[in-house]
């Protein structure tokens, strides 16, 4: 936990915290904090600063506050992401959001098995905790939005056209003939499919859409791996 999230909720004044649960277990057993040490914290969706330890309780701690930066710049990249099968859904999302995307679409497609969609992981809570996760990672505090999309061919008829409007739009596909990088820094609609890739129909798809299909290289990754590796690439420098 590089970044102890605060909600508006743990305020018992203007400037001062109460923390207990995941976040005093943390404070007390991997920082091994004590009165006066100084934690970065943030204010979820809000600003950067620091908290001093000015009490700890054997159930709670509490910090005065002290928020002045901005969080980091998001990532100017709209996600639509395959449903990855649940196991791997939690180590993606952690890394989406530490990488600074802030808009996930989790989609279906042919190959993305219908039991996924009925995980628990995709409850509201279950998510939120793994966005959290991300931002404590990455010292950041813009919680991502996430919307799923269990019917393909509407949503890329009806919604799509006006979301990738204006940006550049791709798809990442295995046996794309053209292999290219992403830019970095420009708005960015991204799409990444399952295991296995969309199928030609998906792609097709896509690129009535405006999307331009492209080829990580030869090597053929798992979803874990492809989607952080293609991020990284859209990382300003």
């Known amino acids: 936990m590089n970044l102890i999230l605060l909600n508006p909720t743990d305020f018992i004044t ?12 943390h404070i007390s057993t991997i920082h091994r904090a004590e ?10 969706n809000g600003k950067i600063g620091h908290g001093l330890i000015t009490n700890m309780d054997p159930n709670f701690v509490e910090l005065t506050v002290k928020l002045t930066q901005p969080p980091p710049e998001k990532l100017p990249v709209t996600l639509l992401l395959a449903l990855p099968r649940p196991k791997m859904l939690k180590r993606v999302m952690q890394s989406v959001t530490s990488l600074g995307v802030k808009q996930i679409y989790l989609i279906n497609t042919f190959r993305v098995e219908k039991s996924f969609w009925n995980s628990p992981l995709l409850q509201t809570d279950n998510l939120h905790e793994q966005l959290l996760l991300g931002l404590e990672q990455a010292r950041d505090t813009i919680l991502p939005e996430v919307h799923l999309r269990q019917r393909f061919k509407p949503f890329v008829e009806d919604e799509l056209p006006d979301l990738c409007k204006g940006t550049n739009a791709l ?9 290219a990088l992403p830019k970095a ?3 960015t609609t991204l799409a990444i499919g399952p295991e296995g890739g969309f199928i030609t129909y998906e792609v097709e798809k896509l690129e009535t859409c405006g999307f331009t299909a492209f080829s990580f290289g030869e090597r053929i990754l798992r979803v874990e791996t492809a989607v952080p590796a293609i991020l990284s690439r859209l990382l300003p420098i």
């Open 14 to 25: 203007e400037d001062q915290v109460r923390l207990s649960g995941r976040r005093f277990d």
């Open 35 to 44: 009165p006066d040490s100084q934690l970065r914290v943030g204010l979820l």
């Open 185 to 187: 820094g420009q708005p």
């Open 171 to 179: 798809v990442a596909h295995p046996t794309s003939g053209r292999i």
